[in-house]
């Protein structure tokens, strides 16, 4: 019988390793080269768990196709299936590449709903709409743009070209995929690399739509996600929102998590930088 002892899901986490052959930021304190050490503690960590899947929520790499291989590599030793996020770092690369990051990242299509035990995952995508992930020609490119002079001209936090937004009909996904497990009683993880709340320079450009779509959503309990390399936390509505920690920061602190589900909450075991947290979800009934 399943107690509240006993973890429904458990994921290892990881943020931004963000790597490339390249010297550090020292004044935003990234360094680049010292992410593979970092990747393989978390790696050898995970594989000494039992997990139902290892996520990183995007930034793979800060740049160069180049990059992608030894963080793959390092990747490959994980024991749990990986789920794989771009985020928009990833497609700082060269614009015949471009098409290729999902692929290289495993990802049967940009945003994807993954069910495991007995939870639904949403994978969201957040670059969808963006100066930097469609092809040079696309016209989400020329939609980026207008988005982007329109939050300029509100003097919007996150008018920034390294965010991104989504498109109505991936918000529309979003809205039908919560719907239906509400209808069946499951619940909802949701995925993403930008944040969507609390609003800050960091938020996807449509982190107000997507959370009124989450908060609203019984079935929803936590969204996931890092790009704002701080980290951070915030609940709304009994849905947990948790802004992972960027592992590319800092010369020798790692940063990655555990993320275990029960049937009355869900912990984070942090391990360096990120932050351990128990969150109650008596309140998503």
């Excluded at 963000?18 to 790696?43: C, G, M, T, W």
């Excluded at 495993?106 to 035990?117: C, D, F």
Aim: charged share 25%; glycine share 6%.
């Amino acid at each position: 019988m399943m107690t509240t002892d006993t973890p429904r899901l458990r994921l290892g986490i990881i943020a931004d390793p963000q790597y490339a052959d390249i010297d550090p930021n020292p004044e935003l304190n990234r360094h680049f080269r010292r992410s593979l050490p970092k990747l393989r503690e978390a790696v050898a960590h995970f594989n000494a768990q039992a997990l139902d899947a290892v996520v990183v929520l995007g930034d793979l790499i800060d740049r160069d196709w180049g990059s992608l291989a030894p963080v793959l590599d390092i990747l490959d030793g994980l024991n749990a299936p990986r789920i794989l996020l771009p985020g928009n770092h990833d497609f700082l690369v060269a614009p015949e590449r471009l098409a290729d990051v999902y692929s290289a990242l495993g990802m049967p299509a940009p945003y994807q709903e993954l069910k495991i035990a007995g939870l639904r995952l949403l994978v969201t995508d957040g670059n969808e709409i963006s100066l930097f992930a469609p092809p040079e020609d696309d016209p989400r490119r020329d939609e980026a743009e207008r988005r982007l002079a329109a939050l300029k001209a509100k003097q919007a936090a996150n008018a920034q070209d390294w965010n991104a937004g989504i498109s109505d009909q991936q918000a529309s996904w979003i809205a039908a995929r919560l719907a239906e497990a509400e209808a069946s009683g499951e619940q909802v993880i949701l995925l993403g690399h930008y944040p969507i709340h609390p609003h800050s320079d960091h938020a996807l450009w449509d982190a107000e739509v997507v959370a009124d779509l989450v908060c609203a959503s019984p079935a929803a309990i936590a969204y996931l996600c890092g790009h704002h390399h701080a980290g951070g936390y915030a609940e709304r509505n009994g849905v947990h929102f948790l802004n992972f920690c960027g592992m590319v920061d800092t010369e020798h602190d790692n940063a990655f998590a555990v993320l275990s589900v029960f049937d009355d909450r869900i912990e984070i075991s942090g391990h360096g930088r990120e932050s351990t947290r128990h969150l109650s979800l008596e309140t998503r009934e």
